[in-house]
Structures are given as structure tokens and as C-alpha cells.
């Protein structure tokens, strides 16, 4: 029986939140993860996604901001909210229009700061290291067509110790992503507003 929530994820590189995602959603009463997409054939986010037997599917630029195939396989899939887990391309217009309010990321610091094009991976983590912070955390936000500018959803904090490089700032924030992104993505389908 297909549920009434059909979730796609995105994903570019390892898939660690996209793993728990899969996990958390696995039998989940009402929402179900349809179809995985990737920019990166090389994705781990990918292998991880074929061990949960999910579809997955892997598209160039033109599919993606031209030619509205992907769109389009998101229709067939019949997918109704799409989250991303460290996805790296911009979101295109056609995607944002077709899904109202029902694209969701997340964000490896504290917007608005540390956030924008360019601003991923361990350049959040250094940037954040260099200008001093003492707390740092994750955003969970809406996607529009900028650069994490959408509306906030959902936020967590942790500390910056002194001494902290950022790779172990990173490994504090990824322990905050995988705790909170899978039950933040279930209450924002089934609790919108
Ligand atoms: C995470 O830090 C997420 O916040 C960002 O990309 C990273 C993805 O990591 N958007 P992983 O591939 O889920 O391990």
C-alpha cells in the first residue's frame, strides 16, 4: 500500500543523515521514502540507499535545470515533500514551484550566519572556528531559490571549545544532525505550519 507522505532525498556526498533518514522512515506508519537522487554517481548516500532496497536515481546538470526530468521522475514517483542531506546544487525554480514549502535542508552552523553560496562541508566549520564562535549548532530551514535563506525550522546548539579544530567542531555538529533531522523532517510533514 503507498502512503500518503512520499519523501525524496538529495544528496551529493556520503549520506550519513540520509542513512538515518532511511532508517527512521523505514517503517514508519504513513510517510516512505520513494526515490533517492543524486548530482554524484560516486555518492555513498547512493550504496547506502541500495542496502534499504531504495530507488535511486543519478542526473547531470541539463536534467536537473533544464530539461525538467528530474521533475519529472519526481512525478512518477509520486513523491509529495523532498528533503535534502547535504545536496550541493542549487535548487532550481521549476523544483521550488512545484513544491511549495516542501523542500527542507540543513545547515552545518547557525544561520543566517555562516551560511550562502560556497559556504559547505568544512569551510562552515573552519569559518566558524576563525571568527571565535563559542556556539555553533545546526539549522534546519525551507529551501527557496538563495543559498539556505528559506524559513527556519528548527535549530540546535552545541559548544565550540577553545581548543576545538574544525574537524572535531564538525563531529559535534554531525552528532547534533543525526539526532534531530529524522524526527524534525516526520513533525514538519505531519505537523506543517
Ligand atoms: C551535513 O553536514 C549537512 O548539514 C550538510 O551536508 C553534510 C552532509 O553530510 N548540508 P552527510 O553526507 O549526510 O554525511
Known amino acids: 500500500m503507498t502512503k500518503p507522505f512520499r519523501l525524496a532525498v538529495f544528496l551529493s556526498g556520503s549520506g550519513s543523515n540520509a542513512e538515518k533518514i532511511f532508517f527512521h522512515f523505514k517503517n514508519h506508519p504513513v510517510i516512505e521514502i520513494a526515490l533517492v537522487l543524486s548530482n554524484n ?73 555562516f551560511g550562502g553560496k560556497g559556504m559547505y562541508g568544512m569551510k562552515v566549520h573552519e569559518a566558524v572556528k576563525q571568527s571565535g564562535e563559542r556556539i555553533t549548532g545546526i539549522t534546519i530551514h525551507e529551501v527557496d531559490t538563495k543559498y539556505d535563506e528559506g524559513k527556519i525550522v528548527f535549530q540546535a546548539s552545541c559548544k565550540v571549545l577553545p581548543d576545538d579544530t574544525p574537524l572535531q567542531i564538525s563531529a559535534r555538529v554531525q552528532q547534533l544532525e543525526h539526532e534531530h533531522y529524522p524526527r524534525v523532517i516526520e513533525e514538519w510533514i505531519t505537523e506543517p505550519g
Open 41 to 113: 554517481a560516486e555518492a555513498g548516500g547512493l550504496l547506502r540507499a541500495q542496502k534499504f532496497n531504495l530507488p535511486t536515481r543519478v542526473f547531470l546538470k541539463t536534467q536537473f535545470r533544464e530539461s525538467g526530468e528530474v521533475l519529472a521522475w519526481l512525478k512518477e514517483y509520486g513523491v509529495t515533500h523532498i528533503v535534502l542531506a547535504g545536496f550541493l546544487w542549487l535548487i532550481p525554480e521549476n523544483l521550488i514551484r512545484a513544491f511549495p514549502g516542501r523542500i527542507l535542508n540543513i545547515h552545518p552552523a547557525l544561520l543566517p550566519k
